[in-house]
């Protein structure tokens, strides 16, 4: 049980009353057509439930007895014709399924209906996760739609196989061997996606190599999209904004220049010759060094609508990256991809999606929503989180990250009053756009067990389900990843699921309370280190962020210092801008506070930050010691590997605690209160402890 299968585990369920009564309400299976992706499902619903309920269900022509699964689209199959399905059919479009009871003639069945296969593909993976996490299906009645059309999968993977900020080993893709050498691990990695919803991937690195535009690449990029094609995953490649230069030989990557524009339209073209469903390109450009258009005095628009143009005939997308900054905006990082892109807002093309990550500063433990979100209601905004956890504690700290990214959908930007959350804004409700996206940075590579935590599997699974449906909660979807991939077993579920629930707030507390942010160590990010402040940018320093001096610590972003806050609709504004009105875990992201404010809990602030840096590192001896009570209850592989990440979390909790709290003590110049125990070295013991081994980069 080495964690290979993720949640796609297919293991007989355990309790025998319930395998009965599935076995009945599943038969035999009337499954109608050829395509490669119905194929997918057939062979998902016999290892399924082979696995699940230990019997081959079989195949047949007709629904002759009771329990018969009917499963197809209108066009393939005259039985789901004859169903009368036609209304329901009409409202879900391309992706959507529908799975109910149904009468064919006397006997009671059930339906999985879709207008396409791979709506199909989908309903059966869902069908098999009700029966996997041992729902009632007696009455099952589900019509599901995903809310945002382009759910992708970020893979910040180089050529070279190194995994930019990926813990979990090397890159999946073995360009090496491609693309004779297929590896069977592309199809369980599209099998994972799929099940979840995930219909994009991204495959290489934001910082882009040019060379995955060669023929010998394409070729590569080639075999992986056939691979995942039956399963509905569309391919996208980063574009490298200079490749006109590099590899074109031009003189320019200008994107108003004929020629750059003519390479583009021919290299694109050249793509589809390899792979006629490309998805698209990803660009990163004018950002830590990557080349683009202000290289020539253009804006992001001219060179987002350049690439548009090129891909829009065959139906691509540019999903053009608005993380940029650089020297610009001297006061304050957080505020420059606002101040670039929103007067762009309007100007691009109609297949463009600017795509934001969460948050202003870059993918923290804690960040406010991003203020661009609402703020150009012209152009589709698609959202980038981060399941990789290059700032939470990399693949050895658990935390679930279903919260953080629960918490950015549902922030409200009052962009038209109240009630215009993030999440409308991407799914396009909130400003009537068809074109609609999510994206996560990927935490995958060729680890056995893909994310190399066992628990950080929880995240891409969240990533997928929320991505297709981001009304879903944190519990559900934690108690679904649990059930599918370790036990229905109550005795565990419970006390894991709360422990998965209090995580992202307990990692919080231990690295980053109260709004505080990006005092990481420099360059990896990983372990404590607010004292950082010899690095080349001031916005690569710790310092810059938390600013602690005798008086007090924070970043003053309200209308008296970098005026950060005004980027926001005004009530939100006004809501930040004040100590009284700004939530307590957004205060020093937004004030500078003095050490002795009195904080909600009635302790000033310098009493407040201590006890949450040590509740922090408490909790996590908590989260030990409920893990160590459930050794009985699943594998012995699993458990140990878990408990053993546990203890290198507790160590590391306690780390970041004292560090933190001995560094800010040198400014506030104040007693740790008293009844907590006194970190056991003197600060400089924790700023010399230097990383040597850093994955990932
Ligand atoms: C930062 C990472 C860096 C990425 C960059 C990006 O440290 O490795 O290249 O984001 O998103 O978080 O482009």
Not at 202 to 224: F, G, M, R, S
Not at 553 to 574: E, H, I, L, M, N
Request: charged letters at 20%; proline letters at 5%.
């Amino acid at each position: 049980e080495d964690g290979y299968r993720l949640w796609l585990r297919y293991d007989k369920l355990a309790d025998p009353a319930k395998v009965a009564a599935y076995r009945n309400a599943v038969s035999q299976i009337v499954l109608d057509g050829q395509s490669e992706t119905i194929q997918a499902a057939r062979e998902e619903l016999t290892l399924g439930l082979k696995g699940l309920l230990g019997t081959d269900v079989s195949f047949v022509n007709q629904a002759t007895k009771e329990g018969t699964l009917i499963v197809g689209t209108p066009s393939t199959s005259k039985l789901i014709t004859s169903l009368n399905l036609k209304n329901q059919l009409a409202t879900i479009g391309n992706e959507g399924f529908i799975i109910q009871r149904t009468k064919v003639g006397t006997t009671q069945n059930i339906v999985i209906a879709a207008n396409t296969d791979v709506g199909v593909l989908y309903g059966v993976f869902h069908f098999l996760r009700l029966i996997q996490t041992q729902q009632d299906i007696s009455a099952v009645n589900s019509v599901n739609t995903p809310k945002i059309n382009h759910r992708i999968l970020n893979h910040w993977d180089n050529l070279n196989r190194t995994v930019e900020r990926g813990y979990a080993g090397a890159s999946l893709w073995d360009w090496h061997k491609l693309p004779d050498y297929t590896s069977p691990r592309y199809k369980d990695y599209a099998r994972a996606n799929a099940s979840v919803g995930i219909n994009g991937t991204v495959l290489t690195n934001v910082n882009a190599n040019a060379l995955i535009l060669t023929p010998q690449y394409l070729e590569k990029v080639a075999a992986l999209a056939n691979v995942f094609r039956p399963y509905g995953i569309r391919v996208y490649l980063t574009a490298r904004f200079s490749a006109p230069v590099e590899m074109g030989g031009l003189k320019t990557a200008d994107p108003l220049d004929p020629q750059v524009i003519a390479w583009w339209k021919q290299k694109t073209e050249e793509i589809y010759t390899y792979v006629p469903d490309f998805g698209g390109f990803l660009v990163k450009a004018n950002s830590e060094g990557q080349p683009g258009p202000q290289n020539y005095g253009r804006t992001h628009a001219d060179g987002a609508n350049m690439l548009a143009d090129a891909v829009g005939p065959k139906g691509g997308i540019v999903m053009w990256r608005a993380f940029v900054y650089d020297n610009k905006v001297p006061d304050d990082r957080a505020k420059q991809a606002y101040t670039e892109f929103k007067p762009l807002d309007g100007t691009f093309r109609k297949n463009v999606l600017v795509q934001v990550k969460n948050g202003a500063v870059d993918f923290q433990p804690r960040e406010p929503f991003h203020p661009l979100f609402g703020a150009m209601p012209k152009t589709p905004m698609m959202m980038e989180f981060q399941i990789t956890q290059e700032y939470l504690g990399f693949a050895t700290h658990m935390v679930f990250l279903a919260s953080l990214f629960k918490e950015t959908l549902y922030a409200d930007t009052y962009a038209k009053g109240k009630g215009s959350e993030v999440a409308k804004v991407i799914d396009g409700s909130l400003d009537k756009h068809e074109l609609t996206g999510i994206a996560g940075v990927a935490n995958i590579g060729d680890e056995r067990n893909w994310c190399g935590h066992p628990f950080g599997q929880a995240n891409w699974y969240a990533f997928g389900r929320l991505a297709w449906d981001h009304t879903l909660s944190e519990s559900q979807i934690a108690d679904e990843w649990l059930r599918m991939t370790f036990s229905n077993d109550n005795r565990f579920l419970k006390p894991v699921k709360e422990m998965m629930l209090a995580s992202r707030e307990t990692l919080v507390n231990y690295m980053t309370p109260l709004g505080l942010h990006h005092i990481m160590g420099y360059n990896h990010h990983y372990g404590p280190g607010p004292w950082v402040n010899q690095a080349s940018r001031p916005d690569w320093n710790s310092v810059y962020y938390h600013k602690a001096d005798s008086i007090g610590v924070g970043f003053d972003r309200t209308t008296k210092g970098s005026d950060a806050v005004s980027q926001y609709f005004p009530p939100v504004r006004d809501m930040f801008n004040s100590t009284q009105t700004c939530p307590e875990k957004f205060l020093l992201w937004f004030h500078h506070v003095p050490w002795d404010y009195k904080t909600q809990s009635g302790r000033i602030l310098w009493d407040e930050l201590c006890y949450r840096y040590y509740s922090g590192a408490k909790s996590v001896q908590q989260m030990q010691q409920t893990w160590n009570t459930l050794q009985p209850m699943i594998d012995a592989e699993r458990f140990v590997h878990v408990k053993d990440l546990l203890k290198v979390q507790e160590k590391e909790a306690r780390w970041w605690r004292d560090a933190c709290v001995l560094y800010f003590q040198s400014f506030s110049k104040r007693p740790i209160p008293s009844d907590l125990e006194k970190p056991p070295y003197p600060l400089e013991h924790y700023v010399k402890i230097k990383h040597l081994f850093v994955p990932g980069i």
